[in-house]
């Protein structure tokens, strides 16, 4: 989000500065993510009904979304109001509005990186979801249904035309009673294109500065006035306005301004292997197997098997249990493209996706004068950056009484407020 904020902010005539703790861009929770842009999953983790599967995973090691007991009362409100926006209603309007974003957010990026000849490893695939028993498929399908009537475009598959559109999925679709094929979903490596856009909001005169922590906002008179940062060089008091974008992060700095943002880490994994030897067995399409919360994304000459999702704190360590859940998962798969591949040399990562309470980012001027919000995006960050950066700049260009960039008339900037 900062990157994709900088880089607009910079197109648009502001001076802009990103200032990033990490000595490096990117190794955030962009570093080694699903790298799928998906505006075919945008219904939030909140599903009606989470309650009791999220409770039960409180005895379990292995649930695909688990809740740990040491972060109860750290989760205590932003728990409550994530059950209470599980009510189908809030669920659905929370999906829709995530719909618009991310297909707008999607359009905009494959735009911007043909405009710019950003390469990344993207292809425009789609996406397929495998179901293994016909209730699951059921279920899904009237989801897709319903946002098939937004805009959503999707194809049915079965176990057979599984096959025929990629041979590698034989051993899969034998287990599957079926798939949904989303068709406008979108390959790309995340922090590829952080990496390259960052170049060119650098060429638009933006700054970037690396190993400089924000340690806290400076205010006057309850309006944000700048910020106080530890560089490399030492600590500097800087002065303008703010837009925060530190991931699962950002309630720390808002919080001494009386500031609560319901925004916790969601702790996923991913296993990214050296796939060159497959050739031409490379898979063709990300998967995601929904009831394990598990996907399987090829990237360039990779594999990248990710998911689950802990509540776990800010804690970014491996899990071996979770990692063998990766691992095992692979095998059932593709067994026979899991036999050829070094699962020992494997690149391990986890991530901490900023996940809202409510399902949906905040995007917009905050409660306080001078502090604007690009925050807690959850599991559809990098599909949702690019359209999120233009709609924060249309806020700020509209304050300041400039000409905003024309927003699509499907995207409801209030359902992002960020004073909500
Ligand atoms: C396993 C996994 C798979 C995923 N797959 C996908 C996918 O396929 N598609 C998709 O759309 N999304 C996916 N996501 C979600 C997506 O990666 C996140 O939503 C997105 O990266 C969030 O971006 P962000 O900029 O808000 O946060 P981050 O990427 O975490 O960036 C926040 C940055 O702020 C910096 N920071 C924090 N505090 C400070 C401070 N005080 N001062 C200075 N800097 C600070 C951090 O160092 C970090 O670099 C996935 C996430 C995970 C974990």
Redesign the pocket.
């Known amino acids: 989000?900062?990157v994709t904020t900088l880089y607009e902010l910079a197109a648009r005539g502001h001076e802009a500065v990103l200032?990033?703790?990490?000595d490096a861009?990117?190794?955030?929770?962009?570093?080694?993510?699903?790298?799928?842009?998906?505006p075919s999953l945008p219904d939030p983790w909140n599903n009606p009904g989470i309650g009791g599967p999220l409770l039960r995973s409180l005895f379990s090691p292995t649930a695909a979304m688990k809740l740990h007991w040491r972060q109860l009362p750290s989760l205590a409100g932003w728990g409550l109001s994530f059950l209470r926006h599980s009510a189908p209603a809030k669920h659905w309007h929370a999906s829709r509005a995530n719909y618009h974003l991310a297909t707008y957010a999607t359009q905009q990026t494959i735009a911007l990186s043909q405009q710019l000849n950003l390469s990344f490893n993207n292809r425009p695939t789609g996406m397929m979801k495998i179901y293994r028993t016909a209730a699951a498929l059921e279920k899904a399908t009237g989801f897709a249904e319903k946002l098939a009537a937004e805009g959503l475009a999707f194809e049915p598959l079965t176990p057979s035309q599984m096959v025929a559109r990629d041979r590698q999925l034989a051993d899969a679709a034998a287990q599957a009673v079926g798939a949904l094929h989303f068709t406008g979903d979108y390959l790309g490596d995340?922090r590829g294109f952080l990496l390259a856009l960052a170049e060119q909001a650098k060429a638009k005169g933006a700054r970037i500065r690396t190993g400089?922590?924000?340690?806290h906002l400076m205010q006057q008179n309850g309006k944000v006035t700048g910020l106080r940062?530890r560089t490399p060089q030492g600590d500097e008091t800087v002065d303008g306005q703010v837009v925060l974008?530190?991931?699962?992060?950002?309630d720390?700095?808002t919080r001494p301004l009386g500031l609560r943002l319901p925004i916790r880490p969601?702790?996923?994994?991913?296993m990214t292997l050296d796939a060159s030897a497959l050739g031409d067995d490379m898979p063709v399409y990300p998967i995601v197997d929904d009831a394990r919360h598990i996907?399987i994304?090829p990237l360039g000459n990779r594999l990248r098997v990710?998911?689950t999702a802990e509540f776990a704190g800010a804690d970014t360590r491996l899990d071996a249990k979770r990692i063998d859940t990766l691992k095992r998962f692979l095998a059932d798969f593709y067994p026979q493209l899991a036999a050829k591949l070094d699962l020992v040399a494997a690149d391990l990562?986890?991530?901490?996706?900023?996940m809202s309470a409510d399902g949906k980012p905040f995007i917009g001027a905050s409660r306080r004068d001078g502090l604007w919000l690009?925050?807690?995006?959850?599991?559809?960050?990098?599909?949702?950056?690019v359209g999120s950066a233009k709609l924060l700049v249309h806020h700020i260009d509209s304050a300041l009484g400039q000409p905003p960039t024309e927003l699509p008339k499907t995207l409801d900037a209030g359902d992002f407020s960020a004073s909500r």
């Not at 400089?212 to 340690?215: R, Y």
């Not at 974008?245 to 950002?250: D, L, Y």
């Not at 969601?266 to 991913?270: D, F, H, L, M, V």
């Not at 690009?374 to 950056?385: E, I, K, V, Y």
């Open positions: 989000m900062g200032f990033e703790a990490q861009l990117g190794l955030g929770a962009s570093f080694a993510n699903g790298g799928v842009l998906h995340a400089s922590k924000v340690l940062v974008t530190a991931g699962h992060c950002v720390q700095l969601a702790k996923g994994y991913s996907s994304t990710l998911g990562w986890a991530g901490l996706r900023p690009n925050c807690g995006h959850g599991h559809l960050g990098w599909t949702m950056a």
